[in-house]
């Protein structure tokens, strides 16, 4: 039975209802609804988050290994092997790459399926690079910020034609992720990168940390922000660029949920004393708030019902899966 907990806790179980949905909602971006096809993508972007987050692991233990909190992860205290792990990985490929051929069978395979396939195998080579390697490559971030949205744009390439929307998505889900790796990841692990010669766009700038005392220079702080500011002007273009259908009471509750991101982002930012717990409750607020901003914009586009699920979906299935594998709501290993 630990043997089944560890390897959930590798694959990130708890998180899949969240890290699968990008090619889900680029295929409902495009009107497409047949619950068929948007199981096999979520399956697709479900094998493919986890192939990206098992790679990082694979490449991290030795870092890993240098945070207490992080030594119980299945691959740094021993109880899965790096060899399985690798194995494992294979694996994901091969069952992402079978999800597409039941996604595609009987279809006619045009150029717009070939550019998603081109896509999402672009994001698996952008998503290994930074895994593997992004520790060394100032602005790696932005690869697999890259590689998200291109994950996002298979799942409307693959079974319809982009919209403005779905472009407005990509670009938003590019940014959601740069903030995360870069500013979110950046801070949370300022206690440990420099131990290993981590280099990257936090250190870079001059975020550090002496003693217990948590420096952000106002660059990052500026780098940050513009993201999170970009991504709230995105959110509304539909609706005041584009001429899009909206109700009243979602623009209200978009522009609610979108202040409470900007809020919670500005104060990760203007920490001024390095504690995890602290910076992982931020960081987790900021995660369930973000994941219901798509849904509500394509309220209009996706419908209510689908919305709603959207929004629920990741919040309920990390609440259910969470405590099975022993682990403590809201502050997640990481």
């Not at 194995?87 to 994901?92: A, G, K, M, Q, T």
Request: aromatic content about 12%.
């Amino acid at each position: 039975m630990s043997k089944i907990s560890a390897y959930a806790k590798l694959l990130r179980i708890p998180g899949l209802g969240a890290l699968a949905t990008p090619a889900v909602i680029g295929a409902l971006s495009v009107g497409v609804t047949d619950l068929n096809l948007l199981v096999l993508l979520f399956f697709i972007g479900g094998f493919a988050a986890i192939y990206g987050f098992l790679l990082n692991d694979y490449a991290d233990i030795e870092l890993d290994g240098l945070v207490d909190e992080l030594k119980k992860k299945p691959l740094v205290s021993g109880e899965i092997s790096p060899k399985s792990a690798l194995l494992l990985s294979v694996f994901l490929i091969m069952g992402a790459f079978l999800c597409m051929f039941l996604l595609f069978r009987g279809t006619m395979i045009t150029d717009i399926k070939l550019w998603g396939v081109f896509s999402i195998f672009m994001a698996g080579i952008l998503g290994s690079i930074y895994n593997l390697y992004g520790k060394q490559i100032v602005g790696s971030d932005f690869l697999v910020a890259i590689s998200m949205g291109l994950v996002f744009l298979f799942g409307a390439l693959s079974v319809g034609i982009p919209t403005p929307v779905t472009w407005i998505v990509v670009w938003l889900t590019f940014n959601h992720t740069l903030h995360m790796n870069a500013i979110e990841g950046g801070i949370k692990d300022v206690d440990h990168d420099y131990k290993m010669g981590v280099t990257n766009i936090a250190s870079k700038i001059g975020v550090k940390i002496r003693g217990n005392a948590l420096h952000i220079p106002g660059k990052f702080k500026a780098f940050g922000m513009g993201i999170r500011i970009t991504s709230a002007v995105l959110l509304f273009t539909p609706f005041f660029i584009f001429g899009y259908d909206y109700y009243i009471w979602q623009l209200l509750i978009l522009g609610v949920a979108t202040l409470g991101v900007l809020y919670f982002s500005v104060k990760l930012i203007t920490l001024s004393e390095f504690q995890r717990t602290t910076i992982q409750k931020y960081i987790g607020v900021q995660s369930f708030l973000r994941y219901s901003l798509v849904p509500l914009m394509l309220i209009s586009i996706i419908g209510i019902i689908p919305a709603i699920i959207l929004i629920i979906l990741p919040i309920g299935w990390y609440i259910i899966f969470t405590p099975l594998l022993g682990e403590t709501l809201f502050k997640p290993r990481m």
